[in-house]
Every structure is written in C-alpha cells, then in structure tokens.
C-alpha cells in the first residue's frame, strides 16, 4: 500500500537573516558562508512560536487538500525543537486546525522527521481502515537553539514549517528507516540536567559532552561524513526493495543541510544535479522541516508533477537516515 499527497502547505517567519547580518556578531562573511554551505540567508522566527508556524502550514495543506479538518484522524507533528516539554505540537495543532476528530503525538527523529513521520503514516493507515485521512506536520524553529557565538554552526539553520495531508492509495512506496546511536553525542542539544539541590555524587560517566543548556552542539566533521553516506544510502536501500533504479526517479528531494553534502551523494549515485530540488540558498537547514518544505515550492513551481517518482532522503541526528521512494 501507498500514500497520496492530497494537498501540501507551508508556513516561513517574514524575518530573514542574510549571511552579512552574521558580520554584527561573529567573524564570518557572505563569501564565507555561501562557498562553504550554499546559503545566502534563512527564515528566522521572531515571535512566531513552533506550533503557530506549524499551524499555518498544516491550514494551507488542508485547504490545499480541499477537506474538512473534521475527516482527519491522525495528526503527526514532527519537530526537533518543541515549544514545551509537554503538551505535544501536535496536539496544539490538532485543536487549531479543527481537526477535533484526530488523535496526535509528537516524533522526533531530527532533520529525518519528515521521512519518519510520512512513513508512520502510512503504517496507520494500513493498519487501521477507519482512518481517511493523516495530516502530517514538520515545524521547527532552531534559531532558539543556537549558539549565536560558534560561527561554525549558527549560519547553518533557519526556521519554518511545511504540511502534508496524505491518504492511502495503491501508488509506488517504499521506505526505510535507521538510525546509528553510536554518533548520537555528535549533533545534540540537551533540554534537562540534573536539579544540583538533590544531585548526588556517583562515578556515572556521561557519554555527551558538557554544553549549554538549550544549545546546540555539533561536530560539523564527523556529521558531513556520516551525512555524505547516509543520503546516498537511503535511496539505494529503499529502491532496492521495490526493484527500480536511481534512472526511475524525476525528482530527488534531499534534506537541505550543506549544498557540499548533496553534491557529494549526487555524484556517489551518479545522479546529476539538475535532478535534485535545491532550496537550501534561502531556507538554509531548516530540520525536520526541509524535505517538506522543497517539495512543496517544487510542487508550486511546477517542476514536481503529478505521475513523477521520488525520493526523499534524509539524515539527521540520532544519528538518523530514512529514504521513502513514492509516486506523486
């Protein structure tokens, strides 16, 4: 069993920080920036909080969809970077959607968010017939997670959100999804740490390394390497299930992270650029969020049409990968 993609949506902050705005705090430049990763600027959330950016992009998808929010029956938000610890997005959104039909939970499976969270749900609705409809929602705003001091990894991110509204259908699919923990210490950021009023000393040797709290720690070295493979993987692990070949696929829609990162899978498939949808130069890496959001500007620009097959491919932390191989 397949997906369809009914409808897709999405949701950009109206501020934007061009690489020259990095000049005011950090020593860095536009000619810097845009050689080394392909980005001339990025969306940033001022006011905008997680949920909102994800609740105006899964509104355009429904409207997209042309369907009552009332028939979905699952809402899945996938985000790196959650206004709370508890309640879910996803439960937020449900409510300010009126999908008050739908049941929701929030996946965190970092920049591959989107691909696990498209393949979860379609696992519901195989599973469960009396689902119609599942409205999937990648939101993220990293830039409240940033150390605005390590030039090396604050250029890099951007925030925004895309949605999905997605049915079952007997079109092409197939996916995979992994994950190597062993690098998980590489790309982190903690949440909690330890109350120090009733901390106890004890010879636990915590395998993460000492970081802020809230920011993001990333060892850009060690990230390219396993992203450089991971990409490449993804597809080629996925097509393999279903028989077709890197020549079958129109379009392949890479998580935007480094442009350096997709040129190097490009040429490890032997893919031309050309067919590879690039929006990174003014989202920059938007998490969870980037494989939907290229899509859906691919999909307005008419370049992804319907009959077209794809590839979606991303990695992230965790370490995570997935790939997910359909038919639009």
Known sequence: MGI????????????????????KFIDTNDEWIRTRTGITERPMAGWEPTWYMG???????????????????????????????????????????????AGAFDLNAACTGFVYALDTARRFLETDESLKYVLVVANEALSRFLDFTDRSSCILFGDGAAAAVVERSSKLYSSVLGSDGSGAQLLCARTLDVAPEVAVESDFED??????????????????????NALPKSFELAAEKIGITKDDIDWFVPHQANVRIIETAAKKLGVPMDKFVITLDHYGNTSSASIPLALCEAIEKGMVK???KLALIGFGAGLTYGGIILEY
């Open 306 to 308: 319907k009959g077209q």
């Open 4 to 23: 369809n993609i009914l409808g897709m949506g999405k949701y950009l902050p109206e501020q934007k920080l061009k690489n020259d705005d990095f000049k």
């Open 207 to 228: 395998p993460f390394p000492k970081m802020p709290q809230h920011k993001l720690l990333q060892n850009g070295k060690e990230v390219y390497k396993f992203a450089t």
């Open 55 to 101: 609740k105006q992009a899964a509104l355009a998808a429904i409207e997209n969809a042309g369907i009552d929010p009332k028939d979905i029956g699952l809402v899945i938000s996938c985000t790196a970077t959650s206004d709370f610890h508890t309640p879910s997005m996803a439960s937020v959104i449900q409510y300010e959607t009126g999908a008050v039909n």
